[in-house]
C-alpha cells in the first residue's frame, strides 16, 4: 500500500512539473513572439511608406510587394475587400521588394507617381497590364509607357522625377528592410508586426481576424 502511495505521489508530481514545464514554455514562446514583433515594428513602420486606409486603425498590414510578382497582383484585391468588410479598421501600407530583374525601374515609376498622387491608379494600371510588360517573368520596364499612358500622368516629368535622391531613398530603405526582415519572396505581409505563420489568403485572414478581434477586447 505505501509503495503504491509513493507510485501515486510520484506520477502526480510528474504532472505537475510537465504542467508547469508546459506553462514556462508557453510563456516563453509569448515572449519571443513579442520582442519578434517589438524588433519588426521597428523597420515595419516607416513614415515614408504609401498608406492606405484610416491612419488610426487598430490593424496594420504592411505587405512588401514586387509589381512584377502574379501573386502580389492577385492578392491585391482581396486585401482591399478584406479592408472595405472591416472600414477604418484596417490600413495598408505598401513597401518595395523588387526581386523580379528589371523591377527596380518600375518601382521607381511606381514611387514617382506619388508626386502627381497616382500611386494608387499607376499600381492598379501596372498590375493589371502585368501580362504586356513582364515577359517570362523578367520586368521590361521600357513596356510600361504605354499601359501608363492611358492615365492622367504626365509621363515626361514622371521619368525626371524617377532619377530623385529622394525617390531613390524610399526604394532603398525598403529594399534594406527586407533584407532585414529576411524577405525572399513576394508578397509578403505582416499584421501588426506579426509575420505570416504560413502563406495563403486563410492565414493573412486568421490573422487579421485575430488581431481585430484583439482591438475589440482591448476597448
Same mark, same amino acid.
Given at each position: ?87 477604418? @479598421?484596417?490600413?495598408? +501600407?505598401?513597401? *518595395?521588394? =523588387? $526581386?523580379? &530583374?528589371?523591377? %527596380? ?88 508586426? @506579426?509575420?505570416?505563420? +504560413?502563406?495563403? *489568403?486563410? =492565414? $493573412?485572414? &486568421?490573422?487579421? %481576424? ?10
Amino acid at each position: 500500500m505505501k509503495q503504491k502511495n509513493i507510485f501515486i505521489a510520484s506520477a502526480v508530481l510528474l504532472l505537475v512539473v510537465f504542467g508547469l514545464a508546459a506553462v514556462l514554455y508557453k510563456n516563453h514562446q509569448a515572449d519571443q513572439a513579442a520582442q519578434i514583433v517589438a524588433q519588426n515594428r521597428a523597420v515595419l513602420e516607416r513614415a515614408h511608406a504609401q498608406t492606405f486606409g484610416n491612419p488610426n486603425a487598430p490593424v496594420h498590414i504592411v505587405e512588401f510587394f514586387d509589381p512584377a510578382c502574379e501573386t502580389c497582383r492577385d492578392f491585391y484585391p482581396l486585401v482591399k475587400k478584406m479592408m472595405a468588410a472591416n472600414p477604418d @479598421k484596417i490600413k495598408l +501600407s505598401m513597401r *518595395y521588394a =523588387p $526581386l523580379h &530583374k528589371g523591377s %527596380d525601374q518600375v518601382v521607381k515609376a511606381i514611387e514617382a507617381s506619388r508626386k502627381q498622387g497616382m500611386f494608387q491608379q499607376t499600381l492598379e494600371t501596372l498590375f493589371a497590364s502585368q501580362g504586356h510588360w513582364v515577359v517570362q517573368h523578367v520586368s521590361q520596364p521600357q513596356l510600361i509607357w504605354d499601359p501608363l499612358s492611358g492615365l492622367p500622368l504626365d509621363l515626361r516629368q514622371l521619368q525626371a522625377d524617377m532619377e530623385l535622391p529622394a525617390v531613390a531613398q524610399v526604394i532603398a530603405q525598403d529594399v534594406a528592410d527586407a533584407k532585414v526582415l529576411n524577405i525572399t519572396m513576394t508578397p509578403e505581409f505582416f499584421v501588426n508586426g @506579426k509575420p505570416l505563420p +504560413s502563406f495563403g *489568403y486563410e =492565414p $493573412l485572414k &486568421k490573422l487579421v %481576424d485575430d488581431a481585430l478581434l484583439e482591438s475589440a477586447q482591448a476597448k
